[in-house]
């Protein structure tokens, strides 16, 4: 359900009944009951009805007045949705008084979106279980499921997670609008948009048209955006592990729900844009009742909070990025080498370098040696470890970079590394900065190579 159909709750013997039975969902479609899969009553409030009130735009001419009044109302039933069943009821993130819960109520049901109780229970469900199966409008169902598809077909009631909504039990006036749905939508849909235009400037067919019918359409179309569109576009600077999606495309289409990556991740903050320069309509109009005194008790999340969300986003992107480039072969991966082996092989025609007891092969670079052949060779066979780190030449962070790409052992006994790799194999616990996905990071000037103070060289070179 989701349109003009509250649920209405069901006897024991309905439910008794209905779990005997397989619900629709769990039976393959064929020919002869495909049509049962539709919920026929959301089929005729989200797309026939639009429909036939296009048809009847078409001989029906725009006034400029209600245009400008199907405008403000879309924009007010639209608050509705966002500030009142969204932020307020489903999320509690800020308190209002009665006079703005009346007010949100009203216009929220003028949005034909379900009741304040069903539309909540539905949203905290999506919350909670995002990307799910117990997902009521999961995009992993694909877009157009989690757009106006999950209305248009009916759900099974045993999928849908369950969430608590005791809160909304308790209050009076969700229960009232959830009970008297039928009329309230009624009245805020149609009747009240059809007679301001009707009484105000005698365009009663123009204001059901187009305040009414149309205005509807455009409004759902554009919060359903916020199920679909924001979890499909867009960026995520908070957290990728589900689908919500910050665009600022959403946003202008949705209020300003459109940084739903943010909301997901900070739900009960009464913001979805938390720079000033973002679009978010609706934190605008909530903040705006705190100053007349309103609404009150706004909650926010600290930006210490937030910022380290976006920080650690930013660093498995980093991550991630890093993953792609050659590091050389990771230290542990090495084969261990006598030094006298090390020499040997030099002697042989290796061009073997050992920095900080790491075994290089430059054979390949020498000729690209920025310093000469002649420099390079010098340290072949030897521990260069005192040249490389300044007693010829400082070299720079990418020269070190460079050289651990040319790894090809480790010397025994050779300073810290066979250490290193000794407790790696004894299982003792080394700590070293891992990345997000458990591989060593070398930081800027932090390569294994790397003798943080300069060597005084035993001979003068
Ligand atoms: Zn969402
Ligand atoms: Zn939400």
């Known amino acids: ?10 006897s024991k013997t309905s439910r008794t009944r209905t779990s005997e039975r397989p619900h629709i969902t769990e039976l393959p479609m064929t020919w002869r009951n495909w049509w049962k899969y539709a919920d026929w009553l959301n089929v005729y409030f989200v797309v026939i009805i639009p429909l036939i009130g296009c048809y009847w735009a078409w001989f029906t001419p725009l006034q400029t007045k209600t245009a400008i009044w199907a405008i403000i109302y879309y924009f007010n039933t639209g608050i509705g949705i966002t500030a009142g069943y969204h932020r307020l009821w489903a999320h509690t993130s800020y308190s209002a008084t009665m006079p703005l819960k009346i007010y949100l109520a009203a216009v929220g049901a003028g949005a034909v979106e379900g009741s304040i109780k069903w539309w909540a229970r539905g949203h905290r469900a999506h919350h909670r279980y995002t990307d799910t199966d117990k997902d009521p ?33 308790e209050d009076p006036l969700v229960i009232w609008q959830h009970k008297h749905y039928i009329p309230v939508v009624a009245l805020m849909s149609l009747i009240f ?20 019918i149309l205005r509807i359409f455009f409004v759902q179309q554009a919060t359903f955006c916020v199920n679909s569109l924001a979890h499909w576009l867009g960026d995520q ?4 592990i589900n689908s919500p999606r910050d665009h600022v495309l959403t946003a202008l289409v ?45 909650k926010q999340f600290k930006s210490n909070e937030i910022e380290k969300g976006r920080l650690q986003q930013m660093q498995k992107k980093l991550d991630r990025i890093r993953a792609k480039l050659d590091w050389g072969i990771p230290l542990g991966q090495l084969p261990i080498i006598e030094f006298e082996d090390f020499q040997e092989q030099a002697r042989n025609g290796k061009a ?30 030897k ?6 780190n300044g007693g010829i030449y400082n070299h720079s962070n990418a020269a070190h970079n460079l050289l651990s790409t040319m790894r090809v052992g480790v010397i025994r006994g050779g300073c810290e590394v066979e250490v290193w790799k000794q407790a790696q194999q004894e299982n ?27 060597i005084i060289p035993a001979q003068p070179a």
């Open 428 to 454: 003792k616990d080394i700590s070293f900065v891992n990345d997000s996905t458990g591989a060593r990071i070398a930081r800027a000037g932090a390569q294994v190579t790397r003798i943080p103070e300069p």
């Open 193 to 212: 948009p059809m007679s301001v235009a009707g009484l105000g400037w005698g365009d009663w067919k123009g204001g059901f048209i187009y305040a009414g």
């Open 1 to 10: 359900m989701g349109t003009l159909s509250a649920p209405s709750s069901h």
């Open 383 to 388: 521990d260069a470890t005192a040249m490389f």
């Open 137 to 169: 409008y999961s995009v992993r169902k694909g877009l157009l499921y989690s757009h106006i598809g999950w209305m248009l077909m009916k759900q099974n009631p045993k999928r849908i997670g369950r969430t608590d909504i005791t809160d909304l039990n």
């Open 237 to 240: 600077p908070f957290d990728d």
């Open 254 to 298: 949705t209020l300003g729900e459109g940084y739903h990556n943010f909301h997901h991740e900070f739900p009960s903050d009464y913001r979805n844009a938390i720079e000033w320069f973002q679009y978010d309509p609706t934190k605008w109009a909530i903040w705006t009742w705190k100053q007349l005194g309103l609404a009150y008790d706004l």
């Open 352 to 381: 073997l370098i050992a920095v900080a007891g790491v075994i290089h092969d430059v054979g390949d670079f020498i000729k690209d040696h920025p310093g000469g052949g002649a420099m390079i060779n010098s340290g072949i066979g």
